[in-house]
């Protein structure tokens, strides 16, 4: 054999080699791989919790599905059904209560996985045959989901464990690429199937859906009907689905304060906190600033490309309908319980993810041309990852904000020479996609070595965890009982009814009536309904909690004698020294203690 023949050999068989790496079949898998390596980091990074916050309610809902008629008194659990999620069903029936950490854990994982591949979809929709470039894009966007960061509805993983939110973003970016794709149907199809997931995504999904398509189709009588139709049947859903315990109109006046009480910036815009409006405005300006770059390179792209790119810009369009809408109807003055229960000003959540897309594809535009703007995009990609995340504090978010404008600044600058219409992407990533997976996967890993607690280990204090453990092991089933309503979570372990808890006043957006008969209840035990306690920050958490605990003691002082007649409630639960009589506990640890008030003399 001739050296020739070997050199071709050799060539042969590097080409084979390369083509394989690069062959269809492998790619999913390896796409597999790297989104699980981001989610996880992501979580990590984020600071993911089990068992507090707002996973609360969705727990207390598992304890009610899988153990039916334990919460049959409790009147959070009647009010609760139309904050229900039917995406916990599945999980209640069939996850033994042992496994729910890990099933949650895993619930999880698998949602943030299939939003990540569902936005390397959506990047090659935007972007072409730029395989590798799309694990540069997905970092980018994958951290947009899936909790709200303000009150205007940024949204980035946070320290808010598995709530229906995180199920259902998958879907929202579902509906958003199959419409960049031209499949209108099929994403009003994912758009009307988050509905059982989430009502009110669903809802700004839908309005999104229904102006852009208009904007779209202006034309075409057929596709006007078909809008019609979906907004018909949207009111008749929304009069179906009218909160349990609609609001009197003759107790409107005490609900609007109540509403104003506790969530006055998500009903009056006018009351949103400047940095609220700092990130919105920030978010929104990055993908203006972005959006030359994004149509100049879509000109330059195949006509697929440049037609899935304009239409991601009349989704944008179409996603300020709803918040446009919303805000001119409470600005007119309607109070309408079921228009605060949609959140108006978070539903600026669609467009300023679109934002975020858009910047997000500009910036692997650069990262692909190579050169100094390949840089600037990998700056750019590593804003949009960590600037959202709660856990880098304000200031290193405001230094990352302050690099990537910068960064967009470069990327605008001219290029030498003319641009390539189809740009090499060669077998692959650029140097710049590899420092953007590297950053988050290195924050990721930093992250994991530093958390004081895994993940399927509640960080609950294990004195009320204890305490639950004994009431379900030692009193009758359906026993109410009085406990501290700062303490959040008391039906998830103790699987007994709680006469109120603070977090409870969630119900104001999604029950109506029954947040006033919550309101009574705290007022009952001095405990003033003000938002403040539900985000108080680390270093008042001391202060908070003395003051919270001194007004429940002194009211428990004050109906010392009536509890059990006011309450209905057969046991309380106190904190060392709180109690207002001389009595034995029926049960007591280091930090709590239990009386029962039925059958015993005041």
């Not at 790496?21 to 919790?49: E, K, N």
């Not at 959006?291 to 440049?306: D, E, H, K, Q, W």
Request: hydrophobic share 50%.
């Amino acid at each position: 054999m001739t050296t020739g023949d070997k050199n071709s050999l050799r060539s042969d068989a590097g080409g084979s080699i390369a083509r394989a790496a690069g062959s269809p079949g492998f790619a999913p898998i390896l796409a597999l791989i790297l989104a699980l390596a981001l989610a996880a980091c992501a979580l990590a990074i984020c600071g993911y919790r089990f068992g507090v916050a707002d996973q609360i309610q969705y727990l207390a809902h598992y304890t009610d599905v899988r153990f039916p008629g334990t919460l049959d008194a409790d009147p959070y659990s009647d009010a609760f059904g139309a904050l229900r999620s039917l995406a916990w069903e599945p999980i209640a029936w069939t996850t033994p209560e042992g496994a729910l950490p890990w099933m949650v854990l895993g619930v999880m994982l698998a949602a943030v996985t299939a939003s990540a591949l569902v936005l390397m979809w959506l990047g090659r929709t935007l972007l072409g045959r730029a395989t590798p470039l799309l694990l540069a894009a997905a970092p980018a966007l994958v951290l947009v989901t899936p909790k709200e960061q303000n009150y205007l509805g940024l949204v980035s993983l946070g320290d808010v464990e598995l709530t229906a939110t995180v199920m259902v973003m998958t879907l929202v970016f579902a509906s958003m690429t199959l419409f960049a794709r031209g499949r209108v149907v099929w994403s009003l199809v994912v758009a009307a199937a988050a509905a059982p997931v989430h009502g009110q995504t669903a809802a700004y999904l839908l309005v999104a859906w229904c102006a852009a398509t208009l904007i779209a189709h202006r034309s075409e009588r057929r596709t006007i009907a078909l809008v019609v139709g979906v907004g018909l049947a949207g009111v008749v859903g929304v009069i179906l689905a009218r909160p349990i315990g609609p609001v009197d109109p003759g107790d409107m006046d005490a609900y609007a304060r109540l509403g104003r009480e506790l969530y006055a910036p998500l009903i009056d815009i006018r009351l949103v906190p400047l940095k609220s409006w700092g990130a919105v405005v920030f978010v929104l300006a990055f993908g203006a600033l972005a959006l030359p770059g994004y149509l100049r390179n879509a000109s330059l792209a195949p006509t697929r490309v440049r037609d899935a790119r304009e239409r991601l810009l009349v989704y944008a369009v179409g996603s300020l309908a709803f918040p446009l809408l919303g805000w001119a109807l409470l600005a007119s003055g309607l109070e309408e319980p079921l228009l605060w229960r949609l959140m108006v000003s978070r539903s600026l959540m669609l467009v300023q993810i679109v934002s975020l897309v858009v910047a997000g594809v500009w910036a692997a535009d650069l990262i692909r041309r190579g050169g100094i703007g390949a840089w600037a995009g990998t700056l750019a990609l590593l804003g949009l990852v960590l600037w959202p995340t709660p856990s880098l504090g304000h200031l290193a978010a405001g230094a990352v904000g302050v690099v990537t404008l910068g960064a967009i600044g470069l990327g605008l600058a001219p290029t030498r020479g003319a641009p390539r219409a189809e740009p090499s992407t060669g077998r692959r990533a650029p140097p710049g996609a590899c420092a953007a997976w590297l950053g988050v996967l290195a924050l990721g890993l930093a992250a994991f070595a530093m958390r004081p607690y895994p993940w399927t280990t509640s960080p609950v204090t294990p004195a009320w965890r204890d305490a639950q453990a004994w009431a379900r092991a030692q009193t009758p089933e359906g026993s109410v009982f009085l406990t501290p309503p700062y303490l959040a979570g008391w039906r998830v372990g103790s699987h007994r009814p709680a006469f109120g808890e603070l977090r409870d006043g969630g119900l104001l957006f999604y029950a109506g009536a029954p947040a006033l008969g919550w309101e009574r209840r705290m007022r009952l035990f001095g405990m003033t309904p003000r938002a403040w306690w539900f985000e108080v920050s680390p270093a008042d958490t001391d202060r908070a909690h003395s003051s919270l605990r001194a007004q429940y003691a002194d009211a428990l002082g004050a109906h010392a004698g009536e509890l059990g007649t006011l309450t209905g409630a057969r046991y309380v639960v106190v904190e060392h020294g709180d109690a207002p009589w001389v009595r034995t506990p029926v049960y007591a640890n280091e930090l709590l203690e239990i009386y029962e008030l039925g059958g015993v003399a005041e």
